[in-house]
Protein backbone atom coordinates (compact mmCIF):
# COMPACT_ATOMS: atom_id res chain seq x y z
CA UNK A 1 0.00 0.00 0.00
CA UNK A 2 2.74 2.40 1.04
CA UNK A 3 4.36 1.60 -2.01
CA UNK A 4 1.17 2.49 -4.18
CA UNK A 5 0.61 5.50 -2.13
CA UNK A 6 4.20 6.65 -3.58
CA UNK A 7 3.46 6.01 -6.87
CA UNK A 8 0.40 7.55 -7.37
CA UNK A 9 2.60 10.61 -5.71
CA UNK A 10 4.79 10.54 -8.43
CA UNK A 11 2.75 10.39 -11.32
CA UNK A 12 1.91 13.49 -13.08
CA UNK A 13 -1.95 13.68 -12.41
CA UNK A 14 -3.09 17.26 -13.26
CA UNK A 15 -2.02 16.93 -16.65
CA UNK A 16 -2.32 13.58 -17.56
CA UNK A 17 -5.56 13.55 -16.18
CA UNK A 18 -6.65 16.81 -18.07
CA UNK A 19 -5.63 15.13 -21.31
CA UNK A 20 -7.31 12.22 -21.00
CA UNK A 21 -10.60 13.55 -20.01
CA UNK A 22 -10.23 16.34 -22.89
CA UNK A 23 -9.66 13.11 -25.44
CA UNK A 24 -12.63 11.08 -23.79
CA UNK A 25 -15.01 13.82 -24.12
CA UNK A 26 -13.74 15.05 -27.45
CA UNK A 27 -14.20 11.66 -28.70
CA UNK A 28 -18.01 11.03 -26.67
CA UNK A 29 -18.72 14.54 -28.63
CA UNK A 30 -17.88 12.97 -31.74
CA UNK A 31 -19.97 10.15 -31.14
CA UNK A 32 -22.70 11.83 -30.55
CA UNK A 33 -22.99 13.61 -33.89
CA UNK A 34 -24.01 10.22 -35.11
CA UNK A 35 -27.32 10.97 -33.69
CA UNK A 36 -27.31 13.91 -36.95
CA UNK A 37 -29.11 16.34 -34.36
CA UNK A 38 -30.29 19.33 -35.88
CA UNK A 39 -29.55 17.42 -38.95
CA UNK A 40 -30.17 19.20 -42.43
CA UNK A 41 -32.44 17.81 -45.08
CA UNK A 42 -29.50 16.79 -46.80
CA UNK A 43 -29.77 13.34 -44.85
CA UNK A 44 -33.55 11.93 -45.64
CA UNK A 45 -34.29 9.94 -48.26
CA UNK A 46 -34.16 11.25 -51.99
CA UNK A 47 -38.28 11.10 -51.69
CA UNK A 48 -38.23 13.49 -48.60
CA UNK A 49 -35.72 15.90 -50.58
CA UNK A 50 -38.15 15.76 -53.14
CA UNK A 51 -41.17 16.92 -50.73
CA UNK A 52 -39.17 19.23 -48.80
CA UNK A 53 -38.29 20.76 -51.97
CA UNK A 54 -42.19 21.48 -53.01
CA UNK A 55 -42.68 23.09 -49.59
CA UNK A 56 -39.96 25.22 -49.91
CA UNK A 57 -40.75 26.42 -53.21
CA UNK A 58 -44.52 26.47 -51.89
CA UNK A 59 -43.05 28.89 -49.52
CA UNK A 60 -40.80 30.65 -52.06
CA UNK A 61 -44.34 31.49 -53.55
CA UNK A 62 -45.77 33.00 -50.10
CA UNK A 63 -43.09 34.77 -48.91
CA UNK A 64 -40.75 35.73 -51.59
CA UNK A 65 -37.29 35.90 -49.42
CA UNK A 66 -34.25 35.45 -51.52
CA UNK A 67 -32.32 34.41 -48.48
CA UNK A 68 -34.75 32.11 -47.13
CA UNK A 69 -34.80 30.36 -50.94
CA UNK A 70 -31.84 29.75 -50.83
CA UNK A 71 -31.02 28.66 -47.52
CA UNK A 72 -33.56 25.73 -48.05
CA UNK A 73 -31.83 24.73 -50.97
CA UNK A 74 -28.37 24.48 -49.92
CA UNK A 75 -29.78 22.71 -46.80
CA UNK A 76 -30.99 20.03 -49.78
CA UNK A 77 -26.53 19.33 -50.54
CA UNK A 78 -26.11 17.59 -53.17
CA UNK A 79 -29.70 16.62 -53.64
CA UNK A 80 -31.18 19.47 -54.55
CA UNK A 81 -30.35 19.53 -58.55
CA UNK A 82 -32.31 16.52 -58.61
CA UNK A 83 -35.29 16.78 -56.36
CA UNK A 84 -35.61 19.89 -58.45
CA UNK A 85 -35.34 18.12 -61.61
CA UNK A 86 -37.97 16.11 -60.75
CA UNK A 87 -40.44 18.76 -59.82
CA UNK A 88 -39.58 20.53 -62.85
CA UNK A 89 -40.85 17.42 -64.68
CA UNK A 90 -44.07 16.92 -62.41
CA UNK A 91 -44.92 19.99 -60.97
CA UNK A 92 -47.86 18.31 -59.08
CA UNK A 93 -49.83 20.76 -57.60
CA UNK A 94 -46.88 23.42 -57.49
CA UNK A 95 -47.50 26.12 -60.12
CA UNK A 96 -44.51 25.87 -62.85
CA UNK A 97 -44.57 29.61 -63.06
CA UNK A 98 -42.93 29.65 -59.31
CA UNK A 99 -41.50 27.05 -60.25
CA UNK A 100 -39.23 28.47 -62.66
CA UNK A 101 -38.58 31.54 -60.71
CA UNK A 102 -37.60 29.49 -57.81
CA UNK A 103 -34.63 27.54 -60.35
CA UNK A 104 -34.19 31.21 -61.83
CA UNK A 105 -33.59 32.42 -58.25
CA UNK A 106 -31.04 29.87 -56.99
CA UNK A 107 -29.25 29.85 -60.33
CA UNK A 108 -28.84 33.36 -59.82
CA UNK A 109 -27.29 33.68 -56.08
CA UNK A 110 -25.14 30.49 -57.18
CA UNK A 111 -23.32 31.64 -60.00
CA UNK A 112 -22.15 34.72 -58.46
CA UNK A 113 -20.73 32.96 -55.93
CA UNK A 114 -18.10 31.44 -56.99
CA UNK A 115 -17.42 27.44 -56.16
CA UNK A 116 -20.83 27.58 -54.61
CA UNK A 117 -22.96 25.37 -57.20
CA UNK A 118 -23.48 22.80 -54.31
CA UNK A 119 -22.98 22.02 -51.06
CA UNK A 120 -20.28 20.38 -49.60
CA UNK A 121 -20.87 16.91 -49.69
CA UNK A 122 -22.08 15.54 -46.36
CA UNK A 123 -20.03 12.20 -46.78
CA UNK A 124 -17.26 14.62 -46.51
CA UNK A 125 -18.04 15.61 -42.83
CA UNK A 126 -18.98 12.23 -41.74
CA UNK A 127 -15.45 11.50 -43.04
CA UNK A 128 -14.08 14.37 -40.62
CA UNK A 129 -15.72 13.12 -37.89
CA UNK A 130 -14.50 9.41 -38.15
CA UNK A 131 -10.62 11.56 -38.88
CA UNK A 132 -11.01 13.04 -35.42
CA UNK A 133 -12.30 10.27 -33.68
CA UNK A 134 -9.71 7.98 -35.66
CA UNK A 135 -7.18 10.48 -33.68
CA UNK A 136 -8.26 11.03 -30.95
CA UNK A 137 -8.00 7.05 -30.38
CA UNK A 138 -4.43 7.20 -31.48
CA UNK A 139 -3.58 9.73 -29.16
CA UNK A 140 -5.31 8.22 -26.45
CA UNK A 141 -3.78 5.13 -27.21
CA UNK A 142 -0.32 7.31 -26.81
CA UNK A 143 -1.04 8.37 -23.49
CA UNK A 144 -1.73 4.84 -22.08
CA UNK A 145 1.66 3.69 -23.95
CA UNK A 146 3.23 6.28 -22.67
CA UNK A 147 1.91 5.53 -19.27
CA UNK A 148 2.86 2.18 -19.53
CA UNK A 149 6.10 2.91 -20.36
CA UNK A 150 6.28 5.21 -17.02
CA UNK A 151 5.31 2.87 -15.06
CA UNK A 152 7.66 0.11 -16.44
CA UNK A 153 10.76 2.43 -15.80
CA UNK A 154 9.24 3.40 -12.15
CA UNK A 155 8.78 -0.43 -11.17
CA UNK A 156 11.97 -1.41 -12.30
CA UNK A 157 12.70 -4.75 -10.92
CA UNK A 158 9.88 -4.83 -8.60
CA UNK A 159 8.70 -8.10 -10.15
CA UNK A 160 11.47 -9.51 -8.88
CA UNK A 161 10.97 -8.40 -5.12
CA UNK A 162 14.07 -5.90 -5.38
CA UNK A 163 13.04 -2.40 -3.82
CA UNK A 164 12.89 0.19 -5.98
CA UNK A 165 14.13 3.62 -5.59
CA UNK A 166 10.97 5.00 -5.28
CA UNK A 167 10.14 2.52 -2.43
CA UNK A 168 12.94 3.44 -0.26
CA UNK A 169 12.25 6.73 -1.04
CA UNK A 170 9.00 6.78 0.52
CA UNK A 171 10.21 4.72 3.59
CA UNK A 172 12.31 6.90 4.38
CA UNK A 173 9.96 9.91 4.42
CA UNK A 174 7.11 7.74 6.39
CA UNK A 175 9.67 7.40 8.87
CA UNK A 176 10.83 10.99 9.22
CA UNK A 177 9.57 12.77 11.60
CA UNK A 178 8.16 16.23 11.18
CA UNK A 179 9.25 19.48 12.94
CA UNK A 180 6.48 20.42 15.29
CA UNK A 181 6.77 23.98 15.07
CA UNK A 182 3.78 24.82 17.48
CA UNK A 183 6.44 23.86 20.05
CA UNK A 184 9.31 26.14 18.42
CA UNK A 185 6.29 29.18 19.21
CA UNK A 186 5.15 29.17 15.49
CA UNK A 187 1.91 28.87 14.35
CA UNK A 188 1.34 25.42 12.32
CA UNK A 189 1.62 25.71 8.63
CA UNK A 190 -1.33 25.27 6.04
CA UNK A 191 0.65 22.06 4.74
CA UNK A 192 3.80 20.09 5.99
CA UNK A 193 5.67 17.40 2.93
CA UNK A 194 8.22 14.98 3.42
CA UNK A 195 9.89 14.54 0.29
CA UNK A 196 12.70 12.21 -0.66
CA UNK A 197 14.82 11.72 -3.45
CA UNK A 198 16.95 8.51 -3.94
CA UNK A 199 19.18 7.68 -6.11
CA UNK A 200 17.82 5.69 -9.12
CA UNK A 201 14.69 7.95 -9.04
CA UNK A 202 15.53 9.31 -12.45
CA UNK A 203 11.88 10.72 -12.80
CA UNK A 204 11.83 12.55 -8.88
CA UNK A 205 9.18 15.76 -9.83
CA UNK A 206 7.03 15.47 -6.46
CA UNK A 207 4.44 18.47 -6.27
CA UNK A 208 1.43 19.16 -3.77
CA UNK A 209 -1.52 21.40 -3.79
CA UNK A 210 -1.98 23.95 -1.28
CA UNK A 211 -5.84 24.16 -0.27
CA UNK A 212 -7.15 26.24 2.75
CA UNK A 213 -9.39 24.31 5.34
CA UNK A 214 -12.50 25.48 3.80
CA UNK A 215 -11.22 23.35 0.43
CA UNK A 216 -9.81 26.84 -1.62
CA UNK A 217 -6.87 26.35 -3.86
CA UNK A 218 -4.19 29.03 -2.97
CA UNK A 219 -1.37 27.27 -5.29
CA UNK A 220 0.99 24.64 -5.77
CA UNK A 221 4.87 23.35 -4.35
CA UNK A 222 7.29 21.20 -5.64
CA UNK A 223 10.53 19.51 -6.10
CA UNK A 224 12.50 17.98 -8.88
CA UNK A 225 15.77 17.31 -10.60
CA UNK A 226 17.11 20.80 -12.05
CA UNK A 227 20.52 19.11 -13.38
CA UNK A 228 22.42 15.85 -13.32
CA UNK A 229 26.39 15.58 -14.29
CA UNK A 230 28.73 12.77 -15.72
CA UNK A 231 26.92 10.05 -18.34
CA UNK A 232 24.93 6.65 -17.58
CA UNK A 233 22.23 5.08 -15.56
CA UNK A 234 21.11 6.06 -12.64
CA UNK A 235 21.40 10.27 -13.19
CA UNK A 236 23.89 11.82 -10.53
CA UNK A 237 21.90 14.42 -9.11
CA UNK A 238 23.54 17.40 -8.63
CA UNK A 239 21.37 19.65 -8.08
CA UNK A 240 17.32 20.38 -7.06
CA UNK A 241 14.62 22.84 -8.02
CA UNK A 242 12.37 24.02 -5.32
CA UNK A 243 9.68 26.22 -6.58
CA UNK A 244 5.99 28.10 -5.14
CA UNK A 245 3.27 28.64 -7.07
CA UNK A 246 0.79 31.34 -5.61
CA UNK A 247 -2.69 31.86 -7.59
CA UNK A 248 -2.11 35.58 -6.14
CA UNK A 249 0.97 35.74 -7.74
CA UNK A 250 2.09 36.21 -11.55
CA UNK A 251 5.61 34.74 -10.99
CA UNK A 252 6.29 31.51 -9.41
CA UNK A 253 9.08 31.36 -6.92
CA UNK A 254 12.20 29.02 -7.10
CA UNK A 255 15.57 28.52 -5.93
CA UNK A 256 17.85 25.48 -6.90
CA UNK A 257 19.41 23.50 -3.84
CA UNK A 258 22.84 22.65 -5.07
CA UNK A 259 25.88 20.32 -4.17
CA UNK A 260 29.13 21.18 -3.00
CA UNK A 261 30.82 20.87 -6.33
CA UNK A 262 27.77 22.36 -8.29
CA UNK A 263 28.31 25.08 -6.20
CA UNK A 264 31.58 25.71 -7.13
CA UNK A 265 31.79 24.84 -10.53
CA UNK A 266 31.52 28.18 -12.86
CA UNK A 267 29.59 26.51 -15.49
CA UNK A 268 27.26 24.62 -13.63
CA UNK A 269 26.47 27.93 -11.81
CA UNK A 270 26.03 29.60 -14.82
CA UNK A 271 23.51 27.05 -16.46
CA UNK A 272 21.15 27.43 -12.82
CA UNK A 273 21.42 30.99 -12.35
CA UNK A 274 18.30 31.73 -14.96
CA UNK A 275 16.36 29.23 -12.57
CA UNK A 276 16.04 31.19 -9.34
CA UNK A 277 18.38 31.94 -6.54
CA UNK A 278 21.66 28.77 -6.38
CA UNK A 279 21.92 27.51 -2.23
CA UNK A 280 24.54 25.06 -1.40
CA UNK A 281 23.04 22.54 0.16
CA UNK A 282 23.99 21.44 3.63
CA UNK A 283 22.75 19.14 6.71
CA UNK A 284 19.61 20.97 8.05
CA UNK A 285 20.01 24.33 6.34
CA UNK A 286 17.01 25.80 5.57
CA UNK A 287 15.71 27.93 2.77
CA UNK A 288 12.46 30.11 2.45
CA UNK A 289 10.91 31.18 -0.43
CA UNK A 290 8.44 33.91 -0.77
CA UNK A 291 4.94 35.03 -3.11
CA UNK A 292 2.80 37.81 -2.57
CA UNK A 293 0.22 35.58 0.11
CA UNK A 294 2.39 32.62 0.64
CA UNK A 295 5.81 30.97 2.56
CA UNK A 296 7.69 27.98 1.85
CA UNK A 297 10.53 26.83 4.04
CA UNK A 298 12.11 24.09 3.26
CA UNK A 299 14.64 21.89 6.16
CA UNK A 300 17.09 20.26 4.58
CA UNK A 301 16.26 16.95 6.94
CA UNK A 302 19.12 14.44 5.57
CA UNK A 303 21.88 14.70 3.33
CA UNK A 304 24.17 11.43 1.94
CA UNK A 305 26.33 12.37 -1.27
CA UNK A 306 27.18 9.79 -3.63
CA UNK A 307 30.56 8.01 -4.05
CA UNK A 308 32.25 7.32 -7.01
CA UNK A 309 34.69 8.31 -9.67
CA UNK A 310 32.95 11.74 -9.53
CA UNK A 311 34.04 14.75 -8.17
CA UNK A 312 33.67 14.35 -3.88
CA UNK A 313 30.46 15.87 -3.28
CA UNK A 314 29.29 16.19 -6.75
CA UNK A 315 26.02 14.04 -6.75
CA UNK A 316 23.31 12.86 -3.94
CA UNK A 317 22.82 9.23 -2.99
CA UNK A 318 19.88 10.65 -0.44
CA UNK A 319 18.41 13.68 -0.14
CA UNK A 320 15.34 14.54 2.35
CA UNK A 321 13.50 17.63 2.30
CA UNK A 322 10.68 19.13 4.73
CA UNK A 323 8.93 21.51 2.59
CA UNK A 324 6.30 23.61 5.28
CA UNK A 325 3.27 26.18 3.96
CA UNK A 326 2.30 29.38 5.60
CA UNK A 327 0.54 32.46 4.62
CA UNK A 328 2.79 35.63 3.93
CA UNK A 329 1.93 37.70 6.91
CA UNK A 330 1.46 41.81 6.17
Do not use: C
Request: glycine share 10%; aromatic share 8%; proline share 5%.
Amino acid sequence: MDFIVALLKKLPWVPTLTLVVGLVGGLLIGWQTKEFKDATPSYLRADLQEDYLRMAIDSFRLNSDPNLAVQRWRNLGPGAQQAYANIQANPGKADPNVVNAYGELITSVLSTEAGSEETPSTGTSSLSRTAIIGVGIILLLGVVAAGGLYLFRLLGKRGSGEVTAVMHASEISRNTEKTNFEELGLAPPITQTMTTYVLGDDLYDESFSIDTQAGEFMGEYGVGVSEAIGVGDPKKVTALEIWLFDKNDIKTATKVLMSQHAFNDPEIRGRLERKGELVVVEQQAQVLLETATLQLLATVVDLEYGKGPLPANSYFERITLELAIWPRQG
